[in-house]
């Protein structure tokens, strides 16, 4: 069936999100992979529209971690037993190659058989492969819309859709596994975007997926608008496991905080991946993307046996692998 036929068929939803789940269960028996998240500042030289985050934010209080806790934060993820440490943070200008290459190394070298992944938006290619030859592994870029007038709406001057797909190639090209993805309900969205924005994953097959559902930050120029759907959230996860059968896919955390079951509903939905916040407990809720923010509780690395004991009560268990991409 066409992507945009199946977004627009809410009856066929509950089919469809149990189609996944056997694509799922089928690659990945029912194990969740773990990837401990480190936010590693919130400074970000952007303005987009719908980030907590972003630029003209005043009433943010700004941090950014050193060498030290990042590597700290490592530590304790990896005594938990975490084996991939997601490195996220807004566009900081002060995060430059010169802080993030010896920190990417250290890291390398002390956890040999982990993954190091990088969120850290757009870079030079010279960066970018500075980073991979540090030893990160794998690189998150959400391309956040693939059409070029809601890019537009969305970003500052600046920005394009035009960057974003060259910086996703670049990745690509250097050797990253990839990651992309989108928000479902931002403003302007309408349900033909996330048709397309889904069928530009299936065309580009990244090796991870993330889809979580928009929800407003009080202090953004979005932060009236109502939050984006659970359920079409969910059908557009699915559709993205059937399209890329083996990617991985992170019950996001926006799913979460959105939604007291929203976690578990993603797994069951197709998602093979969850995120436990690593970052230093005094910062977790300055790094504020949107309201509400799960970053406690299941979501947290602290919280890990009640994420074990959620998932095992659907049938479900931590798989402790580091959980790479198979082509
Ligand atoms: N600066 C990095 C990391 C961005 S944060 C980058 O540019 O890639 C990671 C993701 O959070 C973004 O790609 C965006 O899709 C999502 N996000 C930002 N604001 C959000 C909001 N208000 N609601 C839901 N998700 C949001």
Redesign the pocket.
């Known amino acids: 069936m066409r992507i945009l036929d199946c977004l627009s068929d809410p009856a066929g939803w509950p089919a469809l999100q149990e189609a996944a789940r056997e694509i799922a269960i089928a690659n990945f028996g029912h194990g969740v992979f773990l990837r401990g998240l480190i936010e590693i500042s919130n400074y970000?030289r952007?303005d987009?529209r719908?980030?907590?985050?972003r630029r003209s934010n005043r009433c943010v209080e700004r941090y950014r971690l050193n060498g030290e806790t990042i590597l700290a934060c490592c530590e304790t993820g990896y005594r938990i037993g975490l084996r991939t440490f997601v490195l996220?943070?807004?566009?900081d200008p002060t995060m430059t190659d010169e802080f993030l290459v010896p920190v990417i190394t250290q890291i390398r070298e002390k956890y040999p058989e982990c993954a190091i992944t990088l969120?850290?938006?757009?870079r030079s290619e010279a960066s970018y492969r500075a980073l991979f030859e540090a030893g990160a592994n794998r690189y998150?870029?959400?391309h956040?819309t693939v059409n070029p007038v809601l890019y537009g709406d969305l970003h500052p001057e600046g920005m394009s859709l035009e960057n974003r797909l060259n910086s996703l190639r670049t990745l690509k090209k250097i050797g990253f596994q990839t990651g992309t993805?989108?928000?479902v309900g931002?403003p302007g969205q309408t349900i033909e975007d996330i048709a397309e924005d889904l069928a530009f994953i299936r065309d580009l097959q990244p090796e991870m997926i993330?889809i979580?559902?928009?929800?407003?930050?009080s202090d953004?120029p979005?932060g009236h608008a109502p939050?984006?759907s659970v359920e079409l959230t969910l059908a557009s996860l699915s559709i993205a496991r059937a399209i890329c059968p083996t990617a991985l896919i992170p019950s996001?955390t926006?799913l979460a905080s959105l939604s007291t079951d929203g976690r578990i509903r993603g797994i069951l939905a197709g998602a093979n991946v969850v995120m436990p916040n690593l970052s230093p407990v005094e910062e977790r809720s300055k790094y504020s993307?949107?309201?509400g923010k799960a970053a406690f509780g299941a979501e947290a690395a602290e919280g890990i046996h009640m994420l074990e004991r959620e998932l095992n009560a659907v049938g479900y268990h931590i798989s402790w692998d580091r959980g790479d991409y198979k082509h």
């Open positions: 970000c952007n987009c719908y980030c907590g985050i996220q943070g807004g566009e969120s850290l938006g757009e998150l870029l959400r956040e993805g989108f928000m931002v993330g979580g559902p928009f929800i407003p930050h953004t979005l939050a984006g996001t926006a993307l949107y309201d």
